[in-house]
C-alpha cells in the first residue's frame, strides 16, 4: 500500500499531537515569508486525501513542520529535514542561472515579494 500525504499529516498531527488549527499556525510564518496561503479548506482536504498540496504548499508544510517534503509526499526517504555537512543544499544543485534569479529574489524586501511574484507571473504568461 502506498504511503500518501493524508497519512504523513495524519501521522505528524497524531505523534506531535497537532490539530489542523495548530497546523496554520504553524504554516503562518511560512506562508508570510514565501508570500503563499494555505486556507483551513485546503489544508483540511489535504488532511482528508481529497486534493495534493502542490509544491509551494509542501515546502511550506515541509518548513513548518520540521519534515523532509518527499517523506511528506509518501516517500520512503528520512523523515527529518536536518542536513549533514557537505551534503548538497537545494542552492548548490541549482543551475548559474537559478543561483543568480534566487540571489535577486532575496534581495527583494520580504513584504514586496508577493508584488514582484505577481509581476513576474504576469510576464512569464506574456512570453508565451
Not at 17 to 34: A, G, H, M, V
Not at 91 to 108: D, G, H, N, R, T
Request: charged fraction near 30%; include cysteine; aromatic fraction near 6%.
Amino acid at each position: 500500500m502506498k504511503v500518501t500525504t493524508s497519512d504523513r499529516l495524519k501521522y505528524l498531527m497524531e505523534t506531535k499531537d497537532l490539530s489542523q488549527t495548530d497546523i496554520l499556525k504553524l504554516c503562518k510564518p511560512i506562508c508570510k515569508k514565501y508570500g503563499i496561503s494555505i486556507g483551513k479548506s485546503a489544508l483540511s482536504e489535504y488532511v482528508r486525501g481529497i486534493h495534493l498540496p502542490n509544491q509551494d504548499k509542501l515546502l511550506v508544510l515541509g518548513e513548518a513542520l520540521n519534515v523532509n517534503e518527499a517523506w511528506l509526499m509518501g516517500y520512503d526517504v528520512p523523515m527529518g529535514r536536518e542536513s549533514k555537512k557537505g551534503a548538497p543544499t537545494s542552492e548548490s544543485v541549482l543551475s548559474e542561472y537559478e543561483q543568480e534569479i534566487l540571489k535577486l529574489i532575496k534581495a527583494i524586501p520580504e513584504e514586496k515579494r508577493k508584488d514582484f511574484i505577481t509581476y513576474l507571473n504576469t510576464a512569464v504568461k506574456m512570453m508565451k
